[in-house]
């Protein structure tokens, strides 16, 4: 079986999602260059984060972050994309994991109970094949203890896409577009 995969390696090489290098073996989706570089916000272990000012007065929340600055052109936008469009859902298993490793000793997961992907919508998600959003909390969910709840949300409305709107059309573009479809089992969760 090794030479079949030396062959394939060959012809057919893993490339870092960044960059495109040739990965090496112990390497997954991204090189060691790319995934040291990568532009992490470490907002998990701070608190009144600027994401917490931000949503501060505009809905309850008890902590957000984000895992990675992103930029027009940037190393995140390329990650992104390939997560997004690039039929590779594995790709977010892996930065689910990412994340989960590195805010762990942040505390950020402590209290919470359950994981909810976003969901897409029925034709949205048809047309790509796999919701980005379910394979970050996938990839949370198997390195903790945090239940996943892949159903618990559904897209009412096919909204268009969040991608050339300002900020105030983004809030306007998902008011009132998700419903719970079983809240029994979320009771009493975090």
């Known amino acids: ?41 470490d907002y998990a272990h701070l608190r009144n984060n600027p994401l917490e000012v931000l949503f501060s007065g505009r809905l309850p929340f008890e902590k957000i972050a984000s895992f990675a600055y992103f930029s027009k052109e ?28 590195e805010w762990k000793s942040s505390g950020f997961f402590d209290t919470i109970d359950g994981l909810i992907p976003i969901p897409l919508h029925a034709k949205r998600l048809k047309k790509r094949g796999y919701n980005q959003s379910y394979h970050l909390a996938k990839g949370i969910a198997n390195s903790s203890q ?28 998902v008011d009132g577009i998700f419903s719970i479809e079983d809240s029994t089992a979320l009771q009493g969760k975090h």
């Open 1 to 41: 079986m090794g030479i079949w995969n030396d062959l394939i390696q060959l012809f057919f090489p893993k490339l870092c999602t960044s960059c495109s290098t040739k990965l090496m073996e112990s390497e997954a989706f991204l090189c060691l260059k790319c995934l040291y570089t990568l532009p992490r916000t």
């Open 74 to 101: 940037g190393m995140v936008q390329t990650i992104v994309h390939e997560l997004k469009y690039g039929n590779n859902p594995e790709l977010g298993e892996f930065l689910g994991k990412l994340i989960y490793y």
């Open 146 to 173: 945090i239940t996943l709840f892949p159903n618990a949300l559904k897209r009412k409305v096919n909204n268009p896409s969040q991608t050339s709107l300002s900020r105030s059309e983004r809030w306007n573009n």
